[in-house]
Structures are given as C-alpha cells and as structure tokens.
T-cell receptor, first 116, second 117 residues
Framework: AQTVTQSQPEMSVQEAETVTLSCTYD???????LFWYKQPPSRQMILVIR??????QNATENRFSVNFQKAAKSFSLKISDSQLGDTAMYFC?????????????FGKGTLLTVNP | EADIYQTPRYLVIGTGKKITLECSQT?????MYWYQQDPGMELHLIHY???????EKGDLSSESTVSRIRTEHFPLTLESARPSHTSQYLC????????????????FGSGTRLTVV
C-alpha cells in the first residue's frame, strides 16, 4: 500500500517570502500521479498543482512549483511571493495510475499560515 | 459553471435521527468519492463509486451507506446518527481525459459539517 508523509504539521511564513512544504511517499509502482491540494479555512479544497511521474520536468502554476525527486520519492511544494490568501491546510496526495478506481492517498496535511 | 455541490453546508442533529448528505455534480464524472475529515484534518476515504449502480466501501470503516442511481448524484445516508459521527464530510468526483489515459485529479465539494448531539 502507498503511504504519503508530510513531516511538517504547521509552518508559517511572512508575506512576500518563499516557503517550501515537504512531502515524501512510499510506493513500488513506477507510474503514478502526485498532487498538492489547498484547503482554506472553512472553504472548498482545490487543486494547486499536479505532476505525472513519467515527466521529469517539475510542474509549475504561477507562484506554485514543485521539486519532484522520483528516486528519492520526494515531492515538495514551493510557494513564492506568499500572500495572505495562501493561508490554508495543504495536502499532498498520491495516485497509482495503473489501477481502475482512481483513489487518492492523502498525507495528513501541513497548516500554512502567512503573516502580514 | 461545472461544479460539485454538497448540501447542507452545516447540520446539527439529535442522536438516533436518520440523515442524508447530498452530493451532486454537473460535470458528468463517472467516479465519485466520500471522505470523512477528522478534527485533525486528516482525510479518510469511506465510500467510492465507479459509476451508476456501482459503490464500494473505502479504507475507513463507516456505518454510513451510499447509493448511485444517477451519474450526477451520490448521497450518503446515516440510518441512526451518533455523536461519534460528528465530522466534516467531503464529496469529490474525478475526471479523466477523453481518451481515458490522463487523470486530472479530484474536484471537491464545499463539505458538510455534521454535529450529532
């Protein structure tokens, strides 16, 4: 079974600075997807960024980028120019692409607070 | 706009009552999911569905039941609510590319925060 570990339960950053959230995963599979989701307080969970394991190039979405290290099974999220609206719970997630049920395995989350 | 809707947003109910949490999506997604989110924010899959008339139990045992009679509708029912059922319940659906070879991830609803007193 796959596991996803987020070793930082809480982090804080000053507005406009850069922060990196850590995620490691354990799998014996070669083809899979990795995701970062954001859940703002009392609001809907939304997809931040998505990475396909066969792609070596790190995914980027505006101020959000990942550092995908397949051999190390590491998938960290970098947020540049942090904004107050980035305050949220961030979940790393894994999905094996060879199955048929498309179930995501989530980490326990990292609570990020952006301070003014 | 395509989206996924959960109602009610908040629900406070007495022990022993039967409740149904509604989840509907307008995107035509085949696969739908129910997650229970505990106070520590950890997510636990309790039910999922491949399509109409197809439902499976998730990784976390739950006393709730689900049905999938229509593609767009995936309600969750608790026959007799108990305080241990107090939690946030998130519904999600997933999208594949037209060829079925690329997975884009889940779309989540806003959640139902259930409190059983």
């Amino acid at each position: 079974a796959q596991t996803v570990t987020q070793s930082q339960p809480e982090m804080s950053v000053q507005e406009a600075e850069t922060v990196t959230l850590s995620c490691t995963y354990d799998t014996s599979e070669n083809n899979y997807y990795l995701f970062w989701y954001k859940q703002p307080p009392s609001r809907q969970m939304i997809l931040v960024i998505r990475q396909e394991a066969y792609k070596q190039q790190n995914a980027t979405e505006n101020r959000f980028s990942v550092n995908f290290q397949k051999a190390a099974k590491s998938f960290s999220l970098k947020i540049s120019d942090s904004q107050l609206g980035d305050t949220a719970m961030y979940f790393c997630a894994f999905m094996y692409s060879g199955g048929s049920n498309y179930k995501l395995t989530f980490g326990k989350g990292t609570l990020l607070t952006v301070n003014p | 706009e395509a989206d996924i809707y959960q109602t009610p947003r908040y629900l406070v109910i007495g022990t022993g009552k039967k409740i149904t949490l509604e989840c509907s999506q307008t995107m035509g997604h085949d696969k739908m999911y129910w997650y229970q989110q505990d106070p520590g924010m950890e997510l636990h899959l309790i039910h999922y569905s491949y399509g109409v008339n197809s439902t499976e139990k998730g990784d976390l045992s739950s006393e709730s039941t689900v049905s999938r009679i229509r593609t767009e509708h995936f309600p969750l029912t608790l026959e007799s609510a108990r305080p241990s059922h107090t939690s946030q319940y998130l519904c999600a659906s997933s999208e594949l590319s037209g060829s079925g070879t690329v997975f884009y991830g889940y779309t989540f609803g806003s959640g139902t925060r259930l409190t059983v007193v």
